[in-house]
């Protein structure tokens, strides 16, 4: 158990791994090239990418050609177009026995926190969940952050000699850096898959949008709304306030909005001129994916981490200022 | 048919930090069933129901936790069983997974293993998974709903990144079961009394299949430092009338606002 399964070296790769959005990036994965390029900086490891998908299209190819990762391997299969764990996992085991990555970076979508420890298992290594900050030391260990007991403490970890070193890491990113011309390899290979699934999978729904909205105002209702038919008044003042009614993860549980409403790392980014959270307590899902724009928070709890994060942080009944809110604007 | 669920002590609470020191609370009386596992043993208890299997609960941890086996106990869970030995202890997610299957493997075979999604206090939302692997038997994660339950086959929602998937999956698999998967199944007064004078199994080091090693050192990660964080809020809060925190407002979205007369 002490030797590694899989060795690395100084100039082993970094190897992102990569998630389809409809014809596009995934915004967490776009947030995982952005922290590889960072990290590959000036080591003289190989940056590669690896994207499992059922269709690969010109969208997809055009963002990632100009991704700046040295090569992105592309493995197709119409099986890949839905979720299913272990067929994923075959394919993306294979591909990292082959190139021997010595780190690999996740986005924090569900998909990709099923996947790494599913792949950490298979290989003996760890992986550490969510991370805030990833970097090498002098030694040449990858130091992975991360929040833990509701982001009270921040952990440093590290993967001391089991291989690869796997982090996912939190955030989405809106775009790439802009890296001049297409300078990425794209290689097309059509995925093995030996073991025929035993699951029937289909989707009821489909995240297909790059999950960005650029409206100027957004107003956000989260947990702190009570009843379903209240959901009328605060469609009434997004529309008083010229701004796109959106939600936190709770009202989309409650099945009171679709995903395609909601903030945050399973919903959609937001990257608005004013925010406004009313009810909603600021998770940091919820956060991830607030990209821009100033925030103003009302929350009956004054401890609430929302009320930290905002700019106009308003402790008081959101109920009551909503009420206010409609007879002033 | 056996189905087992795997449950977890936590400290209760959101935030279990001495606000002082930033210790971590263990105080007797202080831990709770990790609250994602209630939504798992709920699962499991109507899926045995139907299934007219029995329910067996695991949990790996330090004697105290045989209190969460008895919540599960009094949930309805027919047996339990307690991985406990100080050789399992500082695991990360690996090693806790790999003591957990080697347990499983040796209470036998089970169709299904349910899980809590995540743990309030890890919060890493990986156990399942590598459990799944680590017994070699097919993961689904990220469940929202039991569609239909039959002898062979069970059918779930999916709430994943890229939409909502239903999935049926034959047994065995691991389930992990996200808290809008059902209504919590409370402790009934007749389950509290039974739970109570259950007698719970407890398996050590030297009752499970593999010598090991087990906890720290099967750990392929290690925590080299904790800090605590404190997060300096962007803005102290406003205590603001309602008229003045529309105002406010207003001005920050950049719509007009009108005067209120003072009796608003």
Known sequence: MCSPVVPDS????????????????????????????????????????VLLTAAFGAGQSAVLERSGLTAVYVFVNSLLGNFVLEEHLEVLLAFVKEKKPGVILFGATPESRALAPALAARLKTGVTADCTKVAFREDGLLLQTRPAFGGDVTAEIITPWARPQIATLRGLAPELPRRGPAGSKIIVNSAKIVNPRAQKAEWLDRVTEAAENAAS????????????EDVEIFRRLAGRLKAELMCSRALVERGWFTRQSQI????????????????????VQFMAGVMSGRICAVNLDKDAPIMLKADVPIAGDLYAVADALLRCV | MKIAVCVKQVPSGDRPLDPRTGALIRAAGENVINPWDVYAVSAALQTARILKGTLTAISMGPPQAEETLRTAAAMGADSAVLVCGKEFGGADVYATAFTLARAIE??????????GQQSTDGDTAQLPFSLAVQLGIPAVGWVK????????EMTVLQELGSGTQRLTFPFPAVIAAGMETCQPIPPSLKGRLKARGLAIQTLGPADLPCKGPYGLNASPTRVVKIERVHEQAKSQPLF?????AARKIAEEMGVSANVLTSSS
């Open chain 1, 10 to 49: 100084a100039d082993s790769p970094i190897l992102v791994f990569l998630e389809p959005l409809g014809q596009d990036i995934h915004p967490a994965s776009r947030n995982a090239i952005n922290t590889a390029l960072g990290l590959a900086g000036d080591t003289k490891r190989e940056l590669c990418g």
């Open chain 1, 264 to 283: 945050g790392l399973s919903g959609r980014g937001v990257r608005a001129e004013a925010l406004l959270a009313m009810g909603v307590s600021g998770s």
């Open chain 2, 106 to 115: 040796k209470l036998g075979e089970f169709a299904i293993v349910f899980c």
């Open chain 2, 240 to 244: 603001l009338d309602p008229s003045a």
């Open chain 1, 217 to 228: 105002n957004v107003l956000a209702i989260g947990g702190g709304v009570r009843r379903q």
């Open chain 2, 145 to 152: 709903r039991i569609e239909k339950v039959s002898p062979g």
